[in-house]
T-cell receptor, first 112, second 111 residues
Framework: EDQVTQSPEALRLQEGESSSLNCSYTVSGLRGLFWYRQDPGKGPEFLFTLYSAGEEKEKERLKATLTKKESFLHITAPKPEDSATYLCAVQALETSGSRLTFGEGTQLTVNP | DSGVTQTPKHLITATGQRVTLRCSPRSGDLSVYWYQQSLDQGLQFLIQYYNGEERAKGNILERFSAQQFPDLHSELNLSSLELGDSALYFC??????????FGPGTRLTVL
């Protein structure tokens, strides 16, 4: 069974204080790893897809990386508007259909 | 704005009732996915349709059913509602197996 574990559950940063969020996964074969941002009461917003170990993608202050067992979401010099829950999800090669299995998320708060 | 629309935004109903949630995917997307998000369980996959046909099932209760129509919009039917069915219900769409774009969700409250 595919599993995704995110850590920490919650993270408080000061504006400008860089940090990383972790996503560990167990999957029979990885088709893709996805990062989403979710604001309270809203739908998840797509950020990145990573397909193979060593791949990196960047968007503004966010950078996602992938290894064979985990992914990191690095946040450089965060701003208060980066406060949200960040969700990691995997899509397995052998999964029927193309469903995503999500982790519980990391709730990020950036204080001014 | 992801391009995925869901109606209604909020739904308040009583136990034992039946409701229908509606989703319109992004233009050109053939796959529709339904997810449930409750406070204690995170995002749980319910069911996927691809071009009108059921493609995959997740943790969907027998009291729940879904369908995708020829115009590709989808409906999720929830019947014999229980208090524990209160949650956010999200629809997502994708072209094939790539990125899934989520709608704004329907918040269901069962009293």
């Amino acid at each position: 069974e595919d599993q995704v574990t995110q850590s920490p559950e919650a993270l408080r940063l000061q504006e400008g204080e860089s940090s990383s969020l972790n996503c560990s996964y167990t999957v029979s074969g990885l088709r893709g790893l996805f990062w989403y941002r979710q604001d309270p009461g809203k739908g998840p917003e797509f950020l990145f897809t990573l397909y193979s170990a060593g791949e990196e993608k960047e968007k503004e202050r966010l950078k996602a990386t992938l290894t064979k067992k985990e992914s990191f979401l690095h946040i450089t010099a965060p701003k208060p508007e980066d406060s949200a829950t960040y969700l990691c999800a995997v899509q397995a090669l052998e999964t029927s259909g193309s469903r995503l299995t999500f982790g519980e998320g990391t709730q990020l708060t950036v204080n001014p | 704005d992801s391009g995925v629309t869901q109606t209604p935004k909020h739904l308040i109903t009583a136990t034992g009732q039946r409701v229908t949630l509606r989703c319109s995917p992004r233009s050109g997307d053939l796959s529709v996915y339904w997810y449930q998000q409750s406070l204690d369980q995170g995002l749980q996959f319910l069911i996927q349709y691809y071009n009108g046909e059921e493609r995959a099932k997740g943790n969907i209760l027998e009291r729940f059913s879904a369908q995708q129509f020829p115009d590709l919009h989808s409906e999720l039917n929830l019947s014999s509602l229980e208090l524990g069915d209160s949650a956010l219900y999200f629809c997502a769409s994708s072209v094939r197996t790539g990125e899934k774009y989520f709608g704004p969700g329907t918040r269901l409250t069962v009293l």
